[in-house]
T-cell receptor, first 113, second 113 residues
Framework: GQQVMQIPQYQHVQEGEDFTTYCNSS?????IQWYKQRPGGHPVFLIQ?????EVKKQKRLTFQFGEAKKNSSLHITATQTTDVGTYFC?????????????FGQGTILTVHP | NAGVTQTPKFQVLKTGQSMTLQCAQD?????MSWYRQDPGMGLRLIHY???????DQGEVPNGYNVSRSTTEDFPLRLLSAAPSQTSVYFC????????????FGPGTRLTVT
């Protein structure tokens, strides 16, 4: 079945440093989604990438979707303590998936002030 | 809209006990799913449903049952709780077409002693 691998599992940064997490799917995706989970909270949708090579920005966050639609990355510029949490990518195969996502293992980001 | 609601928030069970985790959504979403989240394991899909009367197994279905008699509700039953089922459980819902994003409930923290 479809697998989505995400690295790194943990990342500790000093406030102001950049952060990147990478996601790789075993199969070509219809789209990829990113979610953020604050400590003690539930995952919340951040963004969705659909087109090959797509790049989207949300303030200090930059999301990229690979040309082959199998990999993606999330880059945070100049981290802040509010960025703390777990970031998940989730692949959507489309077609007969009917909403089913395959989540990566997540990257836990810690930001030291 | 309340979105996705889950009850209870916390639960402690003894080994061998049974219980039902409740999940409801008011967004008329066809797709609903249950995940468990354990440290370092990300979100693992237990069961999912693409509409009333239709359910299917996810990645880790053993020890859990589901049913979907209405669009709104998707309860998760633990038949005979085991310590290995200690986890945080999230329910999520989405549409089944287009590029569906998942909406998560607040989670149920379950401890089995």
């Amino acid at each position: 079945g479809q697998q989505v691998m995400q690295i790194p599992q943990y990342q500790h940064v000093q406030e102001g440093e950049d952060f990147t997490t990478y996601c790789n799917s075993s199969t070509t995706l219809s789209n990829i989604q990113w979610y953020k989970q604050r400590p003690g909270g539930h995952p919340v949708f951040l963004i969705q990438l659909v087109k090959s090579g797509e790049v989207k920005k949300q303030k200090r966050l930059t999301f990229q979707f690979g040309e082959a639609k199998k990999n993606s990355s999330l880059h945070i510029t100049a981290t802040q303590t509010t960025d703390v949490g777990t970031y998940f990518c989730a692949g959507y195969a489309g077609g007969t998936s009917y909403g089913k996502l395959t989540f990566g293992q997540g990257t836990i980001l810690t930001v030291h002030p | 809209n309340a979105g996705v609601t889950q009850t209870p928030k916390f639960q402690v069970l003894k080994t061998g006990q049974s219980m039902t985790l409740q999940c409801a959504q008011d967004m008329n979403h066809e797709y609903m799913s249950w995940y468990r989240q354990d440290p370092g394991m990300g979100l693992r899909l237990i069961h999912y449903s693409v509409g009333a009367g239709i359910t299917d197994q996810g990645e880790v279905p053993n020890g859990y049952n589901v049913s979907r008699s209405t669009t709104e509700d998707f309860p998760l039953r633990l038949l005979s709780a085991a310590p290995s089922q200690t986890s945080v459980y999230f329910c999520a819902s989405s549409q089944t077409s287009g590029s569906p994003q998942q909406y998560f409930g607040p989670g149920t923290r379950l401890t089995v002693t």
